[in-house]
């Protein structure tokens, strides 16, 4: 549904591949959450990066089938002009500060007659957990203002306790808006038994067809996603990053994320028992000159023989290199060279 909107929207009519609900193809891949694979025309990867770049992307195309002569510009693809959708305001509700070290929490979504227009975040980070409701903007609705706000009620397992149990948005003062609902609450206790989140709201169509109330159900267990990805960045805090002052603090964590890289084998953004036990291994894996001593130039990655980029490199995982198929080393551009 979403791959056809995508078209639709996209006016492409390139093919696509859709992961399905289990992630099997992000898994199968070295699941990395921004990972790049070039195919050629008999179906074997020739190129594998793990953080895509379009720049080295170009770079890459260009090794493989040759310099382009004439490149694409936008009007060559005579995609058709749409008008905006109209759609409720954005930037109305100030958004909640939280803690940058949280993780995905697992969510499943029990079965209802009606689409979820909001869907459910929840992320944990010590005693705290975030709930966020979003609505999904494939269904085109926005919240009526005018209509009960937003309220949900958490029921815990045994020996588990949350503080608030239940909540409501604030009041908006426009007629309607996009923003997500968001909250957060204090937890107690641990279980290995989910909580369940009831959410009741309106839900109102951009077209202004229906506004129905809505009420649904989300089961919230205290165990990481691995799928859940990061949450987003402020508008203000992608700014900070962009100027000198962030590219100062980048280059600040870049270590520090090499070597959480390096010791989390798994990949689930944690450092478990077995993973600190061999600790030393995966430390060594980074000491490229075998000195028996980590320089800033290793641990970045720029030592002799290492790899480019340590933020998106584990060493010991699956192989992920630029151009490291024997296949491809060995072909002539001609071979892959796009036919008319």
């Not at 203002?145 to 409501?168: C, E, Q, R, Y």
């Not at 490199?313 to 008319?340: H, I």
């Amino acid at each position: 549904m979403h791959v056809d909107e995508a078209k639709r929207t996209l006016g492409s009519r390139i093919p696509w591949i859709c992961d399905n609900m289990n992630n099997d193809l992000k898994h199968a891949l070295g699941n990395r959450p921004n990972s790049e694979f070039i195919i050629d025309p008999d179906g074997k990867i020739v190129v594998s990066i793990e953080w895509s770049q379009p720049e080295e992307l170009r770079s890459d195309l260009k090794q493989l089938v040759g310099p382009v002569t004439k490149p694409t510009t936008l009007d060559d693809l005579q995609m058709p002009s749409r008008k905006p959708p109209q759609k409720a305001a954005t930037g109305i509700v100030k958004r909640i500060a939280v803690p940058d070290n949280m993780s995905p929490l697992k969510i499943t979504a029990r079965k209802s007659e009606i689409p979820h227009y909001a869907k459910l975040r929840a992320e944990m980070s010590g005693n705290q957990i975030y709930l966020g409701f979003f609505l999904d903007p494939l269904y085109k609705v926005h919240w009526n203002n005018k209509a009960p706000t937003l309220t949900f009620d958490i029921k815990t397992p045994s020996g588990v306790t949350v503080t608030p149990s239940t909540g409501t948005a604030e009041k908006v003062a426009v007629d309607a808006d996009a923003d997500p609902r968001e909250f957060l609450i204090n937890l107690d206790g641990r279980s290995s038994e989910p909580m369940l989140v009831t959410v009741k709201y309106f839900a109102c169509d951009d077209a202004e067809t229906f506004c129905i109330p809505v009420e649904q159900q989300y089961e919230v267990s205290l165990e990481r996603d691995r799928d859940g990805g990061s949450r987003r960045q402020s508008a203000d805090r992608m700014a900070q990053n962009r100027g000198s002052s962030g590219r100062a603090r980048m280059s600040e964590m870049m270590p520090r994320m090499a070597i959480m890289r390096a010791l989390d084998i798994n990949g689930d953004g944690e450092i478990a028992a077995e993973e600190i036990k061999a600790a030393p291994k995966s430390l060594r894996q980074l000491d490229k000159d075998s000195n028996e001593r980590l320089s800033t130039d290793e641990i970045r990655g720029h030592g002799a023989g290492g790899f480019r980029d340590p933020r998106f490199r584990r060493p010991g995982g699956p192989p992920m290199r630029r151009f490291g198929d024997p296949r491809f080393q060995n072909s002539s551009p001609k071979k892959y060279a796009p036919t008319k």
